[in-house]
């Protein structure tokens, strides 16, 4: 199954991300969440970063990152993405100014890596 899903559209690891995200207690899995909305994120759907950069910011499944948080935000944000916007400035109020100096750095590179090639 996994190497089905890897090989399907980034919507549909995105709901596999979904499933372990949001499922009942004795199904949520977080850690699978994270891997599932990565592989997404790193197609370059936009859904996906900003699911991704709120994990980061709660540390559901990954180490508390506000940086990266911020970053994944930023790359869905501009993406047009308003939901990403809004968690983007919230996870703003917990970052220096060289950290956020330092997000844009690494939003930068994800969205030349992790974008542009599916445009």
């Given at each position: 199954m996994v190497q089905f899903v890897e090989d399907r559209s980034c919507e549909t690891q995105f709901q596999l991300?979904?499933?372990?995200?949001?499922?009942?207690?004795?199904a949520r899995d977080y850690e699978q969440a994270v891997k599932w909305y990565t592989h997404a994120a790193k197609r370059g759907y936009r859904r996906a970063q900003h699911r991704l950069g709120t994990m980061y910011a709660k540390?559901?499944?990954?180490?508390?990152?506000?940086?990266k948080a911020y970053a994944w935000c930023k790359v869905s944000a501009d993406q047009h993405s308003r939901f990403a916007l809004?968690?983007?400035?919230?996870?703003?109020?917990?970052?220096?100014?060289?950290?956020?100096?330092q997000a844009n750095r690494l939003a930068s590179q994800y969205?030349?890596?992790?974008?542009?090639?599916f445009k």
């Amino acid at each position: 199954m996994v190497q089905f899903v890897e090989d399907r559209s980034c919507e549909t690891q995105f709901q596999l991300g979904e499933m372990f995200h949001h499922s009942d207690d004795k199904a949520r899995d977080y850690e699978q969440a994270v891997k599932w909305y990565t592989h997404a994120a790193k197609r370059g759907y936009r859904r996906a970063q900003h699911r991704l950069g709120t994990m980061y910011a709660k540390g559901l499944g990954v180490g508390k990152n506000f940086v990266k948080a911020y970053a994944w935000c930023k790359v869905s944000a501009d993406q047009h993405s308003r939901f990403a916007l809004r968690k983007m400035k919230k996870i703003e109020a917990y970052l220096k100014p060289a950290e956020i100096a330092q997000a844009n750095r690494l939003a930068s590179q994800y969205y030349e890596i992790y974008v542009i090639p599916f445009k």
